[in-house]
């Protein structure tokens, strides 16, 4: 494990045609997060194709914090790209980011839903991220979360339920009586 430290810690790749540096500073005591170009949807396609993804799932399973939610937030940055959100899912994303909605900190749980949100845009990764359990976790969010969670969860949630699946997994998991408090304001 420590030799991927080294590895990664180190790793910096820097694209002359596109003019940005991605920098993935991985080592627990560094206080620089990584930096990766959104304001570009070609970037992010270059970026996921220069192979970020797979370093980033298999660092998401870690039990830092601090380098979950970066890792959170560069995965959701990535699936700003329409052409990225299937390789994102197709990468094996999807039950390491349902592990960590599972255990991580408020912020990384609401990073997360807004990253499952874009992920259920694409009808293939509606029907996976349903088969990970990842609703009821989505539904507990919605009664938890802050208002920014709170809205990208109950996005996220009407995306998914557009799968008859996921509807009868919502309803099982109660989805009701958040979305009724939500409404009604209770």
């Known amino acids: 494990m ?10 910096a790749w820097i ?21 990766i170009a959104k304001n570009k949807l070609e970037n992010l396609l270059k970026i996921a194709k220069a192979g970020a993804v797979k370093p980033l799932i298999l660092l998401i399973s870690l039990a830092n914090p601090q380098l979950q939610e970066y890792d959170v937030t560069a995965i959701l940055n990535l699936s700003l790209c329409d052409e990225n959100k299937e390789f994102i899912a197709s990468s094996g994303a999807i039950k390491p980011l349902v592990r960590a909605l599972r255990l991580g ?28 359990k990842a ?23 009407y995306s998914l339920c557009s799968v008859k699946e996921n509807k009868i997994k919502a309803v099982q998991a109660g989805i009701t009586k958040p979305l009724v408090e939500e409404v009604f304001g209770e």
């Not at 030799?3 to 810690?9: F, G, H, N, P, V």
């Not at 749980?109 to 029907?127: P, W």
């Not at 609703?135 to 949630?157: H, M, Q, R, Y």
């Open 135 to 157: 609703i009821p976790l989505l539904v507990n969010l919605l009664e938890s979360g802050g208002f920014c969670g709170k809205k990208d969860t109950s996005t996220a949630l």
């Open 2 to 11: 420590s030799k991927l430290w080294d590895i990664l810690a180190g790793y």
């Open 105 to 132: 900190t408020p912020m990384v749980k609401e990073n997360l839903a807004c990253a499952l949100l874009r992920l259920s845009q694409v009808d293939e990764n509606k029907f996976a991220i349903g088969q990970s």
């Open 15 to 35: 694209d002359r045609d596109v003019g940005y540096i991605v920098k993935f500073s991985l080592q627990p005591n560094r206080k620089e997060k990584p930096k």
